[in-house]
């Protein structure tokens, strides 16, 4: 008997940016179980396809059209993607269906949405995400939003996936109240080398635009935000010895952050900071990973980043902030950092012999290969949604 999954919260497939977004390609992509049916609500004015349904990787794709609200547009898709799912589950009559949430943002639309599910015997899960009410570009009335819709979503889900073990003991401890049920299944990657070489066009064009070296510069991926921890990084690289670049891939606009930077760094006077704005050329993106010298994580906020894994998998150093979130993810296989030390880590970087930097290597694509590769996930999510909420 086919088991419906309905997954909200992705902008959509198919995509091959955002973490969401690549967890559902991924997630459709590579289906083992022919017992299981995926239906993927997509943001029309973002979808490829405008058609109102289409086929994607074996899955259903429903298209739901979203007026421009301003911030509270993703709420409104969250919440007009869930009528179309009710919609569907009564016109079909289908029963035990999964409707599976990606983040907390429809909080005090849940309850609603769940009596009618329930009239269905379906089951409602979750991924909370991270820390989304700690995110310093949000508003503090906006954060006690996303904190008051985090709380009811917790008490309303059946089951709570997080992609986070420091997620998963945040919800537990914080909303015992509600006695969350919860299980762990982490985000994915994979150790696939890029299919680009040194000779490639689109590799010595990037390389030779920015006057960046192979292997002679530390590598930033992630969103241009405060919690990114930017100006902490940026500073303490400006004080070290080091000779290479630091090369800043993000979506940089000069707002009013890129210029509080500026005033609080200067770093426009060190010709060793580069931003280079954004790289979609995925296998780009991978190779530019790969030879770069290290790797440096300063997010905060949040669970298992993807941009993480794929650092992990793909550089053969990595200099990580000393928080939870990133110890559980990396292990032995990183050298870790505090806001007040990277100068220190840095400077020491430089000093590892070839065969140590080789075993930082070698040990984080282990980790990537023993507990992140996409095939562990999508078995892990497909035990999880065939065992209903049982598990």
Known sequence: MTKNIFIIGAKGIPANYGGFESFVEQLTARKESQDIHYYVACRRDLSENKADTYEYNDATCFNIDVPNVGPA????????????????????NIQNAIVYVLACRMGPFIKHFKKQLQQYNGTLFVNPDGHEWLRAKWSMPVRKYWKYSERLMVKHADLLICDSQNIEKYIQNDYKQYAPKTTYIAYGSDIVKSTL???????TDWYKKYN????????????FVPE??????IREFMSSNTD??????SNVE???FYSELQTKTHFESDSRI????????????????????AYIHGHEVGGTNPSLLEA??????????NVGFNQEVGKDGAMYWDKDNLTEIINNSEKLSTDEIKKFDGLSSQRISDAFSWRKIVWDYENVFLAGSTK
């Open 73 to 92: 547009k993703a709420i409104l898709y969250d919440v007009n993607a869930f009528k179309w799912t009710m919609k569907y589950i009564k016109k079909n």
């Open 197 to 203: 070489s040194t000779t490639d066009q689109v590799v």
């Open 212 to 223: 960046i070296r192979l292997n002679e510069y530390y590598l930033i991926v992630g969103r």
């Open 228 to 233: 990114n921890n930017y100006e902490t990084m």
């Open 244 to 249: 290479k670049d630091l090369v800043i891939i």
């Open 254 to 256: 000069k707002n009013k």
């Open 274 to 293: 580069k931003f280079v704005g954004t790289v979609y050329d995925t296998e780009l993106l991978k190779y530019i990973r790969e030879n770069a010298f």
């Open 312 to 321: 992990l998998a793909a550089t053969k150093l990595n200099l990580l902030l």
